[in-house]
């Protein structure tokens, strides 16, 4: 079975720094979702790649699907008090008759501190 | 577009009793899912409704159930409350055409917090 692995669990930065979280599969990704979740909250839905090599951004936020679609990468640039959260990666899992379900990293939690 | 909404928000059971969580899905999906996410951890797929139908089913035990309803939302039954069954349940919605293709952005609602006593 796939499983994701997200690092770090926890991360504590400055206001305006950068910032970068990991998802390392353990199989082929053929779907990669990064969410945001504030704590106790709903996920948003952040960004989804497909392709090897893949890179999306959105405001300051840039994911990446490496080559070989088994790693991914969430870059924070010059990080804000409202980046802070869970950060979640999920991955496109076959279920049945072309359905899919997600799998998820077990999350990184980002602090941002003034 | 109306979004995914869940209901109750909040929830405080005894172990033992019976709970039924409820979900809306977004306008125009046919397809929900359900998740239960630990303090602490990613969420853990519960299983899937497609046309009222269970479309797949994750590592629960029986006692976990759900049912769709023609407008496609969604209920959560769990029986006989365990301790461990506390946690925030999410649902979220997918469209799913007919003939197999899916698009798999999932759409989530805000989430039921469950708290077991």
């Known amino acids: 079975s796939q499983e994701l692995e997200q690092s770090p669990q926890s991360l504590i930065v400055q206001e305006g720094k950068n910032l970068t979280i990991n998802c390392t599969s353990s199989?082929?990704?053929?779907?990669l979702y990064w969410y945001k979740q504030k704590y106790g909250e709903g996920l948003i839905f952040l960004m989804m790649?497909?392709?090897?090599?893949e890179e999306k951004s959105h405001e300051k936020i840039t994911a990446k699907l490496d080559e070989k679609k088994q790693q991914s990468s969430l870059h924070i640039t010059a990080s804000q008090p409202s980046h802070a959260g869970i950060y979640l990666c999920?991955?496109?899992?076959?279920?049945?008759?072309?359905?899919?379900?997600?799998?998820f990293g077990q999350g990184t939690r980002l602090t941002i501190n003034p | 577009e109306t979004g995914v909404t869940q209901s109750p928000t909040h929830l405080i059971k005894t172990r033992g009793q019976q709970v039924t969580l409820r979900c809306s899905s977004q306008?125009?999906?046919?397809?929900v899912s359900w998740y239960q996410q630990a303090l602490g951890q990613g969420p853990q797929f519960i299983f899937q409704?497609?046309?009222?139908?269970?479309?797949g089913r994750g590592n629960f035990p029986p006692r976990f159930s759900g049912l769709q309803f023609p407008n496609y939302s969604s209920e959560l039954n769990v029986n006989a409350l365990e301790l461990d069954d506390s946690a925030l349940y999410l649902c979220?919605?997918?469209?799913?055409?007919?003939?197999?293709?899916?698009?798999?952005?999932?759409?989530f609602g805000p989430g039921t917090r469950l708290t077991v006593l």
């Open positions: 979220a919605s997918s469209l799913r055409l007919a003939g197999g293709l899916s698009y798999n952005e999932q759409f």
């Open positions: 199989k082929t990704l053929y779907g």
């Open positions: 790649l497909q392709k090897g090599g």
């Open positions: 999920g991955a496109d899992t076959p279920l049945v008759q072309g359905a899919q379900k997600l799998v």
């Open positions: 306008s125009g999906h046919n397809t």
């Open positions: 409704y497609y046309r009222e139908e269970e479309n």
